[in-house]
């Protein structure tokens, strides 16, 4: 019988390997790749949240141990598709245009990842267009905004702008050292979160 | 006085490191004609994937061809900058996102005429001899942000200044309005208004941009300060050894880049790394590996005969409180004590997103305090006073009234602005202050009764010139702004 609790355990640790192999051999002893990603993949990573909430763990922990949760995906993905299971919510994200920085917009990918969602990055300095394109191209319920300078922060609307013209629905959440809820609010968007952490939170609303 | 953190081995290797770093893993230099010139000079260069690997030769002729000294010059010539020479320069911030509003304690988006403040409140303030903008403004449009905060600078200072260059295009009207001020091409460059900076960025690379504007101010040139932002942790080995071999790496490619450019130009080393905050995601800007790291940069910095620049005397703390009078205070000495040229950034609160000039005050306040400390003790026949003493114990009176006291007294101790020292019922009469109230008041009062040098007629009318020049070539209007 595989045994839900090792896998979240080793997925708490980060350890990588040993969840890979876990979920690999409960999927050859016939377990039901639903039953390991609830209560394995997904109780481990609830734990790792909770800590993390409780200043028990630090992001590196919390990466790592999504590092481990999506190794583990990858393993149950083939299985899950079959069953018609889907991601927690897809999300398109990127630095957008005239700005470099990413930092932050990595470390917001990596923790969505980590929740379950499905995340496509599209890099640093994106233009609207390249925001819609990607829209189109998958159905993703979520578009996120990051920006880390004051000059570029006014491109959000105008890739907000740019997705409302083009017909898409979808919500979109914004972020980064200079945004505030206000600014959120003023461009129009539908939600604004001050780190990654939250941004997980934010973007499970959104899709609740 | 001259405080360390590494001996020689522990420099050595970090060198070594560096020198490994570029000739392995190279630098990655997105733009074309930097990267010819560095397949001139013998690195190894791969135009697809815009890799340079620089030989450990390559590096050691760039940092003798670079100049290791260099001053900069207000409006007001006899206001200077200089680097390199055993002088300590404080330099404001050059410019933030946003700005503290001191009386609510909350953030807003910095405007132009927070430049003309700040200009102003560090035009007053004789421990800073570089006015930073302070500010970037958000009410101007992206194009032409500092070709409009130079034009304010140059009107509300006379010393000289430091300010963000945005792009090649906007640097052309900015070098256009030094030149005015300067006289010539030539006045600019023996008497540089101004540095400036080159951001590579961690780990290894860096930004089109800011390379391609050092080919506009080559024209003089300016000099150069570089410094890489590498967070220990994020963007660099979390190990505080490793973060520094890795931006010393940045640091010796930027000096290689601006010597390619310009031979034989200034720069200044700016030993910039962070650690990064494993719990909150925020870059940390006054935690004592900060004050550790600036230490060891300023050692590595000087062992390549270099002026150095530190991130010190700066907080993470949001508003001017007793966590920022503590960390400023703390790292700001030791590096000092460790030797640095130039204390960049002051002003900021908050990590490295606000400008807050209470907190300027603050900080001007330690500088005197810093700068008694670098005085140190004097041993002399005259300070041991061997035979003040002999006179003090054999007569009447104490030391308080003897002539040595009152020779030495206003050298030998250094007397605070805005420190408390009175007694008790004194202090509490005058309405029982804290330091930050005390340091607002004292900006209340700059801003009441400082009126910066205003320049000549003609030259502010050739800023407004250069500048609307400017907003129509460069477009003027971005979301309605100005
Ligand atoms: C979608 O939903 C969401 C939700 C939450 C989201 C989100 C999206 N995105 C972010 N979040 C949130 O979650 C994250 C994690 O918890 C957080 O992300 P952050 O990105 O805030 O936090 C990161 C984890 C750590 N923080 C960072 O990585 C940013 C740190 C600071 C120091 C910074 C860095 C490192 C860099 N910089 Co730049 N840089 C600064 C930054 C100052 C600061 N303290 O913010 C800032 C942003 N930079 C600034 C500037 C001016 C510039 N930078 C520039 C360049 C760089 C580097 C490339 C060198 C480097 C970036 C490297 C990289 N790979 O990203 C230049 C611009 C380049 C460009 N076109 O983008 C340049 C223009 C400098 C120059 N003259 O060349 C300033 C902006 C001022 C302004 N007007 O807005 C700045 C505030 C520093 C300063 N005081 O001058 C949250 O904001």
Redesign the interface.
Known sequence: MADMEAIAEALIKGDRDTVVGLVQQAMDDGADAQQVLNEGLVAGMDVVGRRFKN?EF???EVLIAARAMNAGMEVLAPALAESGVKPAGVVVLGTVK?D?HD??KN?VGMMLKGGGFEVIDAGIDVPAERFVELLQENEAQILALSAL????M?QM?TVIEAVKEAGIEVRTMIGG??ITQDYADEIGADGYAA??ASAVDLAREMVA | MNIGVLNEDETAAIHEASLRLLEGVGVHVPHRETMERFADSGAAVDFDSERVRIPPELVQDCLEAAGKSFAIYGRDPAKTASFGVGKRNYNSIAGEASWLEEDTLTRRYARLEDVRTACKVADALPGINVVGAMSDPQDVSSAVQDVFVVKEMLKHTSKPIHFWFNTRASARYVCEMLTAMAGSEEAVASRPPTYNFLEPISPLRFPRDGIDLLYETARFPLPVSIGPMAQAGATAPVTLAGTMAQENAEILAGICITQLISPGVPVCYGGIAHTFDMRTTQLVFAGPEQALMAVGFVQLGKRYGLPVYINVGLTDAKIPDAQAGMEAGITLAMGAAAGADIFGHLGICGVDQASSLVMLMMQHELIGYVERLMDGIAVTAETLATDVIERVVGGEGGFLGDEHTVRHFRQEHWFPELLDRRFFDPWAEDGRKGMAERCRQKLQHILDTHEPEPPPKELADELERIAEAAARELGRTQHGKA
Request: glycine fraction near 16%; hydrophobic fraction near 35%.
């Open positions: 200043n630090y992001v590196p005239g470099l930092i932050g470390l300078l004051t000059t570029t006014p609307g050292a200079p780190d990654a």
